[in-house]
């Protein structure tokens, strides 16, 4: 799976485990769809997308894991705006601020691990964003 001179972010059970936790982002998008909420929906759609690229191929210095990283900030900033006065707002905002601080805490030894846990409170905190009512704005 490695290439040779490209060093791998993490060992390889735990990449597969990490792109395997990734299909749950479909899942988020295929509900964000469901419920007519198309425009988000590209979200979790596209951190499905960038995340199973980055992590079938997991190297540091990888154009996907920046790709990857850049995808997920942006598109979290513009997903927290537009939950703004939803219905789960409350439940969303809680679950990323214990995303954001955990991390941090996936770069130590057995990061990856935290990783998957985070892989899984976001599409939580997706599945209770597109639960609700969320206002239509212009952004």
Not at 15 to 44: E, M, N, Q, W
Not at 49 to 74: E, H, M
Not at 91 to 114: E, Q, T, V
Request: aromatic residues 20%; glycine residues 8%.
């Amino acid at each position: 799976m490695f290439e040779r001179g490209q060093v791998p972010s993490l060992p390889q059970t735990i990449t597969d485990f990490l792109c395997k936790t990734s299909y749950l982002f479909l899942f988020s998008f295929i509900y964000a769809i469901y419920r007519g909420y198309y425009g988000l929906a590209l979200v979790p759609g596209g951190i499905f997308l960038t995340s199973i690229g980055y992590w079938r191929k997991p190297y540091l210095t990888s154009w996907r894991r920046y790709l990857d990283i850049a995808f997920t900030i942006l598109s979290t900033i513009y997903l927290s705006i537009r939950a703004y006065g939803s219905e789960y707002s409350k439940i969303y905002y809680c679950l990323i601020i214990i995303i954001a601080a955990l991390y941090p805490l996936s770069f130590f030894p057995n990061g990856g691990i935290l990783h998957c846990i985070m892989h899984f409170l976001a599409n939580i905190a997706f599945i209770a964003l597109f639960s609700g009512k969320i206002p239509k704005k212009f952004i």
